[in-house]
T-cell receptor
Framework: GESVGLHLPTLSVQEGDNSIINCAYS??????FIWYKQESGKGPQFIID?????DKRQGQRVTVLLNKTVKHLSLQIAATQPGDSAVYFC???????????FGKGTRLHILP | GAVVSQHPSRVICKSGTSVKIECRSL??????MFWYRQFPKKSLMLMAT?????????EQGVEKDKFLINHASLTLSTLTVTSAHPEDSSFYIC?????????????FGDGTRLSIL
C-alpha cells in the first residue's frame, strides 16, 4: 500500500552540527515530495520540496536529497540551531490529485 | 504569501455540542482545501478533501455525517464536528494550495485544538 515512513522517531543533535533526517517511501509512482516542520501546537510549516526529476535541491541551510532507486528522501539541516527543534515530516504526492501522504515524523532535539 | 488561517485555535465544549471550525486562505484562492486530524505525537491523517462548490471527498473510515464540510467560497472551508463526543477530541488542521499541486506545496493553518468534556 501507499506509505511514507521515517527511520528514526527521535534525533538528538549538538547545536552547530548538521542534522540529517531520513524518510523512506514505498510508492514508486510518487513524483513530488515535501518536507514540513511542525512546532508544538502549530500547523506544519513548509521547508522545502523536490520533484522526482531532481535528486537534490538546496534552500537556506537546508538540502533535500532524493534517491528514487531506493525510494529514499533526506533532509539535511546545516549548523543546527535551537530554533530547529521541532517534528519534521516528509510527505509525498502522486500528482494524480492534490492529496499528500505524511510520514510518521521525526522529532529533532538540539543539545546545548 | 500563501497564508492559511484557522479559527478558532482552541475549543472546549460539552459532549453533544456541534463545533464549527473555519479555514481561510488569506491571500489566494483555493478551489481545494484539505482537512486533517492529528493525535498527540502522531502524524497528520487526511480526513477529507474540500471542493469549492461541490461535495467533499472523504477518506475511508471518516464519517461524512459526523464531519460536515462546506466549501462555499474560494477562500473559506468549514468543518463541523456534529454531536461531538470525547473521542472526537483532537487537533484539526486544514491546508490549501495557491496553485496546482505538484507545482506548489500545501500551506497549513495553525490548527484547532478541540477538547470535548
Amino acid at each position: 500500500g501507499e506509505s511514507v515512513g521515517l527511520h528514526l522517531p527521535t534525533l538528538s543533535v549538538q547545536e552547530g552540527d548538521n542534522s540529517i533526517i531520513n524518510c523512506a517511501y514505498s510508492n514508486s509512482a510518487s513524483d513530488y515530495f515535501i518536507w514540513y516542520k511542525q512546532e508544538s501546537g502549530k500547523g506544519p510549516q513548509f521547508i522545502i520540496d523536490i520533484r522526482s526529476n531532481m535528486d537534490k535541491r538546496q534552500g537556506q541551510r537546508v538540502t533535500v536529497l532524493l534517491n528514487k532507486t531506493v525510494k529514499h528522501l533526506s533532509l539535511q539541516i546545516a549548523a543546527t540551531q535551537p530554533g530547529d527543534s521541532a517534528v519534521y515530516f516528509c510527505a509525498e504526492n502522486m500528482n494524480r490529485d492534490d492529496k499528500i501522504i505524511f510520514g510518521k515524523g521525526t522529532r529533532l532535539h538540539i543539545l546545548p | 504569501g500563501a497564508v492559511v488561517s484557522q479559527h478558532p485555535s482552541r475549543v472546549i465544549c460539552k459532549s453533544g455540542t456541534s463545533v464549527k471550525i473555519e479555514c481561510r486562505s488569506l491571500d489566494f484562492q483555493a478551489t481545494t482545501m484539505f482537512w486533517y486530524r492529528q493525535f498527540p505525537k502522531k502524524s497528520l491523517m487526511l480526513m477529507a478533501t474540500s471542493n469549492e462548490g461541490s461535495k467533499a471527498t472523504y477518506e475511508q473510515g471518516v464519517e461524512k455525517d459526523k464531519f460536515l464540510i462546506n466549501h462555499a467560497s474560494l477562500t473559506l472551508s468549514t468543518l463541523t464536528v456534529t454531536s461531538a463526543h470525547p473521542e472526537d477530541s483532537s487537533f484539526y488542521i486544514c491546508s490549501a494550495s495557491p496553485g496546482q499541486f505538484g507545482n506548489q506545496p500545501q500551506h497549513f493553518g495553525d490548527g484547532t485544538r478541540l477538547s470535548i468534556l
